[in-house]
């Protein structure tokens, strides 16, 4: 018999009660996972009251405060509870740092009192944690924005009952955010100054909190194999690499799975017509419902290029930029979804306003609008320079949209080449990171989209692709376990 174990995930973000990337959907999904397999979940978020009543999540507040000292203040934060998807969520209120525009900045400018808000919050969630609930077998946190929560865990919190003993697990969902601030922070905020060192949280004489959590946690996992690797060479280690070689022992890969039940194009209600498996008609209107909507011209033919992304460096977009106007010459459609970076913003908008039935561009953030677009596309364009693992490409084969990606990180393990495996293919990779080779890419893609019996093919396989939790929720619970009996 398997034991049950109690666990609680602490993180900055979860799917469906506030979101602004991938780090939300799994924080949303693998709590509901594990949690079919018999073990106690928690998990504990900060209470963003915009986002939380703009998603409709009903909340009760628990009549319980922790009383925190931070920064010359005392701070009250009032606990809230949910539950959603059966999981019980814990949510920590101040109004003052959560109850804002965004959820770590506005544009592209972080808050500049970051630290502090999430250094509360990391107290804040361990002090609740030793209140609420029944004694606490594994910490699961979730990077910079859980970094300290080990080493406080080991450092200040070692005598509290039920967390004492918790064993921790942290693990990086993208290495290129390790939230680094000045070391003037330490005093202020009691940080352990004594691991102020380079085998810390010390980076080039500031703080960072991703090196807290990869130091302090009992193991540290990252979102896919291939990524798990990468973060160990100059290319991908964002100055950390030599830092996480010494801690291959406790450093493993688990590939990100899917919430199958909030991804589903046979239920989704916010697409014009449901679609699945053997049912395949439904997405041929959802396109054309796109095109009616956006403006762009009703053609069942035309090849409807799609990119839903944080308009990001990592993300490629400048490779996508120096393609479009060559495509837009082949007769190939364009929907693209994001926001970002302003100089991405201004091109796409001017492109597309350029070319309006046959580009769209919506700058924003828009589940349903995504849904939409993922639904109607027949090819999703994932040109990433690295990419940690992604769920973008599993929602779009999961909506029969035929991912051209990268090989790199995730999506190098998610997505099988179709050039490679005929057999077996779900999308196309490129390896390098040049317009040049995503353009071929996109290419093969569509020439193979111009043979209906050979994309139909390669459609349902994307259809049909595991996309589930199932093996990686079991993967997660290995190293639960593991870490129990050491
Ligand atoms: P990252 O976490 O690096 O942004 P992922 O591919 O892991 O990238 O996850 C992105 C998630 O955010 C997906 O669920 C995707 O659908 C969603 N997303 C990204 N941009 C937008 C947007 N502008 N509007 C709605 N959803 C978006």
Redesign the pocket.
Known sequence: MIPKLNITFIASEAAPLA?T???A?VVGALPKALQKSGHQMTVILPFYRKELSKNNIRTSPLKVAVEMWADNQSHICPLHEATVNKVRFILVEHDGFFNREGLYGTGNHAYADNLLRFILFNRVALEAAAMLGNKVDIFHCHDWQTGFVPLLLQTQYQHQPNIAEAKTVFTI??LAYQGVFSSEWIHRLGLPAHHFHQESFEFYDQINCMKAGIAASDMITTVSPTYAKEILTPEYGCHLEGFLQQYTHKLTGIVNGLDLDAWNPLTDTTINSKFGVGKVAGKAKCKKALQQQTGLKTDAKAPLLTL???LAE?KGIDLLLANINTWLNRGYQLAV???GDASHEQALTDLAEANPTQMYFYR????G??RQIYASGDIFLMPSRFEP????QL?AMRYGNVPVVRATGGLKDTVVDYNQDKKQGTGFHFEDATAEAFDVAVEQAVAVYKKPATWSRIRNRALRRDSSWQASAKAYEDIYLGLMRD
């Open positions: 979101k990337g991938g780090l959907d969902h993208n839903i992304s944080r990592q979804l994001g926001s924003g953030f828009s589940e609008l995504a693992c992604g769920l973008g929602i």
